[in-house]
């Protein structure tokens, strides 16, 4: 599939509510990466059919880029003193291994090698989450957490992601705690070693550390019927986030924090 087929059916105004800088870029995706068309709210399908062979082929096409960028990252941390970064970035090494780290990933146990990645003594099923752990590695750590919250928004460069984190995260927590008092939603949060916010006008909050050092404040008010506001949940992340994840990898650990709870909630025991 031609990406420039797709990109006339956007209306490329590059408003990047997709996710995406530029409609060019989205429609590359869609064609090359088997990225999801609908991503794009403007765009028009009618007459459009991806054949089951174009979307094995695209598929593929995007485990293979997923995979070298593992290997690449892999790479890259395989030159790294892990016992020097390990302070930086908030985590340990193994009492069996001085060259493997021991960490918490959404309450999950990492062990992470610099050959062999397995969260909960499995190795992920989503190359994504090796992409996210490795770059948290690889990013050595820098200044920690400074206690001040921003949005997605406020970070640079971030405007085309902005869309992407309320589809794949905020909005889906909204669902998940819509109809939950704080205590409910409090308790979920804890299986994830998160802690109630005391202090908010939300009708809940919870810092959940996604990360050792990759903190996450979740805000979550009930909707008002009767003041036309709908439920809603925001994100925040300390202004420090940037010195451990790319934007990329910071959207994609909010999305599995949601996937995280939604799971959890469906699966009380």
Same mark, same amino acid.
């Given at each position: 599939m031609n990406p420039l087929d797709i990109l006339k059916r956007t209306p490329k105004t590059n408003c990047g509510e997709c996710g995406?800088?530029?409609?060019?870029?989205?429609?590359?995706? @869609?064609?090359r990466s088997g990225e999801d068309p609908q991503k794009c709210p403007y765009i028009n399908l009618d007459g459009l059919e991806l054949s089951q062979q174009d979307g094995t082929e695209l598929d593929k096409l995007a485990q293979e880029h997923d995979l070298q960028l593992i290997r690449h990252l892999q790479s890259k941390i395989n030159n790294l003193d892990f016992n020097?970064?390990? /302070?930086r970035l908030g985590i340990s090494t193994a009492d069996d291994n001085k060259d493997v780290f021991v960490f918490s990933y959404l309450g999950q146990?990492?062990?992470?090698?610099?050959?062999?990645?397995?969260?909960?003594? &499995?190795? /992920?099923? =989503? /190359?994504? =989450?090796? !992409?996210?752990?490795?770059n948290y590695i690889? #990013?050595?750590? #820098?200044?920690?957490?400074?206690?001040?919250? @921003?949005?997605?928004? $406020?970070? /640079?460069? #971030? !405007? $085309?992601? @902005?869309? +992407?984190?309320? %589809?794949y995260c905020?909005?889906?927590?909204?669902? *998940?705690? +819509?109809? &939950? +008092?704080?205590? %409910? !939603? #409090?308790?979920?949060? &804890? &299986? !994830?070693?998160? $802690?109630?916010l005391h202090e908010s006008s939300a009708s809940a909050g919870v810092i959940i550390p996604v990360l050792p050092r990759l903190p996450q404040q979740v805000l979550f008010w009930e909707a008002e019927p009767e003041d036309g506001f709908e439920a809603k949940a925001k994100v925040l992340f300390d202004a420090n986030v940037l010195n451990? *994840? =790319?934007?990329? $990898?910071l959207v994609f650990s909010a999305e599995r924090l949601a996937d995280r709870l939604i799971l959890l909630a469906s699966n009380p025991s």
């Open positions: 995406y800088q530029a409609c060019l870029a989205f429609a590359a995706n @869609v064609a020097h970064i390990a /302070p146990q990492v062990r992470l090698g610099h050959h062999q990645l397995l969260i909960d003594g &499995k190795e /992920p099923e =989503d /190359p994504r =989450d090796q !992409i996210l752990l490795y690889h #990013s050595g750590g #820098s200044h920690p957490p400074c206690g001040e919250w @921003v949005g997605l928004e $406020s970070l /640079p460069n #971030s !405007i $085309s992601k @902005v869309r +992407t984190l309320a %589809t905020e909005e889906r927590l909204a669902n *998940l705690f +819509t109809g &939950k +008092t704080a205590e %409910t !939603i #409090s308790q979920l949060c &804890k &299986k !994830i070693a998160g $802690s109630p451990y *994840l =790319d934007l990329e $990898s």
